[in-house]
């Protein structure tokens, strides 16, 4: 069966590819930083279930001790100047645009077709992770075609693929740090402690306050556990259930969408939602870390502040 | 009683982040506060962070895009979806990014919500149409101005993903509010959340839309 072991594998072989080519580029200052970092994501994508818990968690402590004291940096591989490339663009015209949907197209078909006709009928893939492995093949497939027409360097691929991954760095990594936290703050009960802080702010006999302190709540949780999962459990013992559904006799459905959604803005909103705001920040070479989240914060508000309406006027008809 | 130290965790990662330290550090350091708080022997809280890591893998996943990203950068992809944008006349880069919130609301909504994002369509395709439009608006951009349309590329995104995806039924989000709830004794069908979930979505698009819309004013205002 496929799944994601199989997308391990993938993936660990281009973490190991980038780690050797990043050892073997004299121009990089910091080359050896660069393949120890990538060869610790090698390792664990290829070898996470063989080195037991701690070999994983001596790994994090590397990979956040190489990130942490500046051992890692932007790489320069060989690649096309900006003239050349408006140049290519001008000779391949639109048809530059086939290989780029590829991907989007085999993973939206193969989802579709997997899920809708008989092709799923085998349970061939894992449960749950089509689009995963479709987005996999299409990864594949562009790569195939692109050689094909374009028949650019042997090498390109991973000397392409390292530039923009030393260009995002640690930014990589971060999002799995901080589910990884997540595990941690659950452990140790951090959920335990913001649900009481929760209902001592609460105002007694005002439906539309404990509303108002849900959703404020669900928000602010997801802000500091950087993941909306992790705060609805918490403000729904806290307050969802107990109050808005069973003193008050809201709908549990609407409490519980919209509440979700409500944690939503506070993604928005948060850099511990790395993957979502600092990656993209990185990805995109903004200068200030924060830039999309300022760019979110003016739509996250009203959102919040229509959620939280929305809650008091459906639950309570 | 509540027990309320292992909030000195959270603390820490928030005062990490407000002084702009390193968030490796960060985050490794309030890990292993928080498990030694939660009463864990060091390597213990090492061993947990350490499975947690591992469990979470599937994140790491959507990296193996990067080297078809790159391929086509060098065959000169970006500029050619600024090239196509410059064609158009009546493109802007508010009407752009709308077109592609409503696109990636709809594709959220009926599950396809891994097909789009920021490493596959963010920075290959919709960032440098952004910035080609906004350009044709305003003329030459200044560094700021470009910054600002490049966080609306990836911001746009966000808001897509997150108001359209809770529509599909079989998503985690809303398995885990249906989880949730049945351990209180409320079963709820997964659609009848779902359904719930169409209000916001319409509100998020015509919050951002209106957003975008005033991106475009203040682009050509301040242009020529």
New interface residues.
Partial sequence: MIGLHTLYLLAGAMFAAFALLSALDRSHPKRFGNAAFWGLMALSLLGGDAIGDLGNGLLVLGLAGLAGFGFIGRSNPATTTMAEREVSSEQLGNRLFLPALIIPVTALLGTLAYNYTLLGGTGWIEAKRETYVFLGLGVLLAIGAIFAWLRPPALAPLQEGRRLIDAIGWAAVLPQMLASLGVLFAAAGVGDAIGSLTRMVIPDGSIFLTVAVFGLGMAIFTMVMGNAFAAFPVMAAAIGVPLLIKQYGGDPAVVGAIGMLAGFCGTLMTPMAANFNLVPAALLELKDQYGVIRAQIATALPLLAINILLIYVAAFR | M???W??I??AL??AG?AL?L????V??A??IV??L??G?GP?E?????????????????????????????????????A??IRSLRNATTGRLLILYLLYRQL?AAI??H???G????????V?PMALAAAEKQHGELS?ADA??V??????T???G???GE?IFFAI???V???Q??VT?G?N?APL??????I??AI??FV??SF?LMLLDRRLARNGR
């Fill in positions: 509540i027990n309320y292992p909030l965790g959270i990662v928030v982040f702009k390193n968030p490796m550090l985050v490794t309030s890990a928080t498990g708080i939660a864990m390597v809280v090492v061993e947990t962070f350490g499975k947690a890591f591992n469990d979470n893998r599937i994140i790491a996943i959507v990296w193996i895009v990067l080297p078809v990203v790159g391929l086509l950068e060098r065959f000169g992809l970006q500029q050619r979806a090239a196509v594709t599950g396809l891994s097909t789009a920021h490493p596959q369509t963010v920075r290959p395709l960032a560094e910054e600002e490049k966080a609306f590329a990836a911001a995104d966000n808001v993903l997150f108001f809770d985690g989000s809303i885990l509010i249906q949730t709830l209180y409320y709820l009848e959340l779902a359904l719930w979930a209000p916001t509100a998020a919050i951002h957003r």
